[in-house]
């Protein structure tokens, strides 16, 4: 472990001793993994459960016992969880989730997790850094349970959608809106892309272990699906947008009639092919 994360975690652990409000905090993601663990790149990722999230999401002055800050942002994650994205000196970067628990029932910190709305996250990896309970917990983490696929309703929807998107870019193109027509293509588009990816991956193998937005991409996507994702980007101009789209629905059409075959799904051909004749003919409309 880097000296640095290591004294952060020490020094974020004694302040939490004196916290009456905070019971436990858990070490998460690639510091607390096995399975990729952390690299020299890797941030500090804490869970707090605390009977008090609102006061320590409310009012950040605490934050600056451990180190100069150069960058402090609270988010709201879950349920309304306040989550504090902090970057200290030479780019040091925790994120500190506090998430409530009942004041009134003691601490059981296992159930707690187990219970926790933050269990895939936790199922990645995690060590206790603190835990006030009288009988410090050894952790029973469960393991990854694969996410189910797709039923036809769902599959035909994340079609309907990716149909739009892809209408929406046409339009900007024409426009000249290279701003809204890039961001369509390379993050509404290839979000739908990429569920339909961990779905083609999850069709061949139901354990495939697909991970979250997108990481190791490499490891678990078809590696054919893999050699076509470089070209669905685009860049900043309109011909290239327009060859940007057009490749990525031809990607996103490949998986979805290799995952319609596997799964007994209809495709919706016709329409399908109805508005890649829009789009081409939108394309070619002077």
């Known amino acids: 472990m880097n000296t640095?994360?290591?004294?952060?975690?020490?020094?974020?652990?004694?302040?939490?001793?004196t916290q009456p409000a905070i019971c436990a905090a858990l070490v998460i993601g690639s510091r607390a993994r096995i399975v990729h663990p952390a690299d020299e790149w890797s941030d500090l990722d804490l869970i707090v459960f605390t009977t008090d999230a609102a006061?320590?999401?409310?009012?950040?002055?605490?934050?600056?016992?451990?180190?100069?800050?150069?960058?402090?942002?609270?988010?709201?994650?879950?349920?309304?969880?306040p989550e504090w994205l902090v970057v200290y000196s030479d780019g040091l970067k925790i994120d500190i989730a506090f998430a409530s628990i009942d004041p009134i029932v003691p601490l059981d910190l296992q159930q707690t997790i187990d219970a926790s709305p933050y269990q895939d996250v936790i199922s990645r990896g995690a060590r206790v850094l603190f835990d006030r309970s009288l009988a410090p917990t050894v952790l029973r983490i469960k393991p990854i349970q694969p996410a189910p696929l797709p039923t036809p309703d769902q599959f035909t929807a994340l079609i309907h959608r990716a149909w739009l998107d892809a209408m929406r870019v046409a339009k900007f193109i024409k426009r000249?809106?290279?701003?809204?027509?890039?961001?369509?293509?390379?993050?509404?588009?290839?979000?739908?892309?990429?569920?339909?990816?961990e779905w083609h991956a999850r069709s061949i193998d139901l354990?495939?272990?697909?991970?979250?937005?997108?990481?190791?991409?490499?490891?678990?996507?078809?590696?054919?699906?893999?050699?076509?994702?470089?070209?669905?980007?685009?860049?900043?101009?309109?011909?290239?947008?327009?060859?940007?789209l057009f490749a990525t629905l031809d990607l996103f059409r490949s998986l979805s009639i290799e995952?319609?075959?596997?799964?007994?799904?209809?495709?919706?051909?016709?329409i399908d092919r109805r508005?890649?004749?829009?789009?081409?003919?939108?394309?070619?409309?002077?």
Request: net charge negative.
């Open 207 to 244: 354990m495939c272990d697909v991970w979250h937005d997108g990481r190791f991409i490499d490891e678990w996507a078809d590696p054919r699906a893999l050699a076509r994702l470089p070209h669905t980007f685009a860049a900043y101009n309109a011909d290239d947008l327009w060859r940007a």
């Open 55 to 81: 006061a320590y999401g409310s009012n950040g002055d605490w934050l600056g016992q451990f180190g100069e800050i150069w960058i402090s942002v609270v988010d709201y994650i879950g349920p309304g969880d």
């Open 176 to 197: 000249g809106d290279l701003w809204r027509a890039k961001r369509h293509c390379d993050d509404e588009l290839k979000q739908h892309l990429l569920t339909m990816l």
């Open 4 to 17: 640095s994360y290591a004294q952060l975690e020490r020094d974020f652990s004694a302040w939490a001793e």
């Open 275 to 286: 508005i890649a004749e829009w789009l081409h003919s939108i394309r070619d409309t002077l």
């Open 259 to 270: 995952i319609a075959d596997r799964l007994g799904f209809p495709y919706p051909q016709p």
